[in-house]
């Protein structure tokens, strides 16, 4: 795959137990490594701007994930383990560089990611800092502090439920403004608070436009279902990874017996993920832009930032520790659109 990366940043096809993949690396061999997970409908290309700013004595390493960019296409997601294959990736990949201990770093569905190595993997990491992460009970077809669901078969979640017009788009690698979901629209809108703009839009685009895609990658299949909106998760693909009924038992964090510090970075005019997200069914809904809504009783938007709040707070009770962190006029990637702001909490957080 071919996007250029800025200077300071090297990108290497590097083969794990679990997976071959395109991996972005900066810094020292010998540095502290910080390992950096990439959200959905991107790749490792988005953490270049805060890999080349590391401070001294830290090694930047992004891979792209397992359905993204540069990873061997013939590897697929089983979202039956939700998101445990990335984790597992991220594992598999420290054991193949060597690296006992890391800083792991993840956004959105990195973010995600994140929640289930900590669960697994809580021994081989020196901090966790989370930029917009997913909720930890998933993304959609849930309510709730404690993400109740709102059917049995998560119905309103998974790979079903991602408008065509954008899937279409995407395939189609369209590089223009011409459609309201476009991908640039989509990033410059909706991944960005306006009016601000990359001065690496290019190279985030074909970032974008890198994810694998088909019912056995994104968005994925999905399955029939009398609930509204008549539509439940499939089986493969990371929008299906994320939909509640494959999550993992969130009280395992509550248990760990090592339990790293969390940063949680996010924008306040995020749109994705929010108490009120556009991406969402509930709110979509409620909104009148699906019909057939069943109500806010059975559906209503998943308040995705009080649910991490409400599992971070139940952290901290049982002996972790977390730190919030609301950067103003950002939206869902702050760590781009604040960089400045963002590296000022993040590193501070590294050296701690």
């Given at each position: 795959?071919?996007?250029?990366?800025?200077?300071?940043?090297?990108?290497?096809?590097?083969?794990?137990?679990?997976?071959?993949?395109?991996?972005?690396?900066?810094?020292?061999?010998?540095?502290t490594p910080v390992?950096?997970?990439?959200?959905?409908?991107?790749?490792?290309?988005?953490?270049?701007?805060?890999?080349?700013?590391?401070?001294?004595?830290?090694?930047?390493?992004?891979?792209?994930?397992?359905?993204?960019?540069?990873?061997?296409?013939q590897k697929k997601i089983d979202a039956t383990r939700g998101v445990s294959?990335?984790?597992?990736?991220?594992?598999?990949?420290?054991?193949?560089?060597?690296?006992?201990?890391?800083?792991?770093?993840?956004?959105?569905?990195?973010?995600?990611?994140?929640?289930?190595?900590?669960?697994?993997?809580?021994?081989?990491?020196l901090s966790v800092t989370q930029v917009a992460p997913g909720s930890p009970y998933g993304f959609g077809g849930c309510k709730g502090e404690d993400g109740e669901f709102c059917y049995p078969d998560s119905a309103g979640a998974g790979g079903g439920i991602v408008g065509p017009d954008f899937v279409n788009l995407v395939k189609d690698g369209d590089r223009t403004t011409d459609h309201q979901q476009s991908p640039r629209t989509i990033m410059n809108n909706f991944y960005f608070k306006p009016p601000f703009t990359s001065d690496r839009e290019e190279e985030l685009l074909s970032a974008m436009l890198s994810i694998h895609t088909g019912d056995d990658a994104w968005p994925g299949d999905s399955t029939p279902s009398d609930n509204w909106p008549n539509v439940a998760p499939g089986k493969l693909g990371p929008n299906n990874a994320l939909a509640p009924l494959y999550r993992s038992d969130v009280s395992t964090l509550y248990s760990l017996e090592t339990k790293p510090a969390v940063l949680w970075v996010r924008g306040?005019?995020?749109?994705?993920?929010?108490?009120?997200?556009?991406?969402?069914?509930?709110?979509?809904?409620q909104a009148g832009f699906v019909p057939g809504w069943p109500g806010e009783d059975v559906?209503?938007?998943?308040?995705?930032?009080?649910?991490?709040?409400?599992?971070?707070?139940?952290?901290?009770?049982?002996?972790?520790?977390?730190?919030?962190?609301?950067?103003?006029?950002?939206?869902?990637?702050?760590?781009?659109?604040?960089?400045?702001?963002?590296?000022a909490v993040f590193h501070k957080h590294l050296g701690a």
């Amino acid at each position: 795959m071919d996007i250029p990366t800025m200077e300071g940043v090297t990108a290497k096809t590097i083969e794990s137990a679990r997976l071959k993949t395109r991996v972005l690396l900066s810094g020292d061999d010998a540095g502290t490594p910080v390992i950096f997970v990439h959200g959905n409908v991107s790749n490792a290309t988005f953490w270049e701007a805060v890999m080349v700013t590391l401070p001294d004595g830290y090694r930047g390493i992004a891979p792209d994930n397992r359905g993204y960019g540069g990873a061997d296409p013939q590897k697929k997601i089983d979202a039956t383990r939700g998101v445990s294959d990335l984790s597992d990736d991220i594992a598999a990949l420290m054991d193949t560089l060597n690296i006992e201990k890391a800083h792991v770093v993840g956004h959105s569905l990195g973010g995600s990611v994140l929640w289930q190595f900590m669960m697994d993997y809580s021994d081989r990491i020196l901090s966790v800092t989370q930029v917009a992460p997913g909720s930890p009970y998933g993304f959609g077809g849930c309510k709730g502090e404690d993400g109740e669901f709102c059917y049995p078969d998560s119905a309103g979640a998974g790979g079903g439920i991602v408008g065509p017009d954008f899937v279409n788009l995407v395939k189609d690698g369209d590089r223009t403004t011409d459609h309201q979901q476009s991908p640039r629209t989509i990033m410059n809108n909706f991944y960005f608070k306006p009016p601000f703009t990359s001065d690496r839009e290019e190279e985030l685009l074909s970032a974008m436009l890198s994810i694998h895609t088909g019912d056995d990658a994104w968005p994925g299949d999905s399955t029939p279902s009398d609930n509204w909106p008549n539509v439940a998760p499939g089986k493969l693909g990371p929008n299906n990874a994320l939909a509640p009924l494959y999550r993992s038992d969130v009280s395992t964090l509550y248990s760990l017996e090592t339990k790293p510090a969390v940063l949680w970075v996010r924008g306040d005019s995020d749109q994705i993920v929010s108490d009120a997200s556009f991406f969402e069914l509930g709110t979509l809904g409620q909104a009148g832009f699906v019909p057939g809504w069943p109500g806010e009783d059975v559906f209503p938007p998943q308040p995705m930032v009080t649910q991490t709040r409400a599992v971070m707070e139940q952290y901290k009770a049982s002996g972790g520790a977390y730190e919030e962190v609301v950067l103003a006029d950002a939206g869902h990637t702050p760590y781009l659109e604040k960089l400045e702001d963002f590296n000022a909490v993040f590193h501070k957080h590294l050296g701690a």
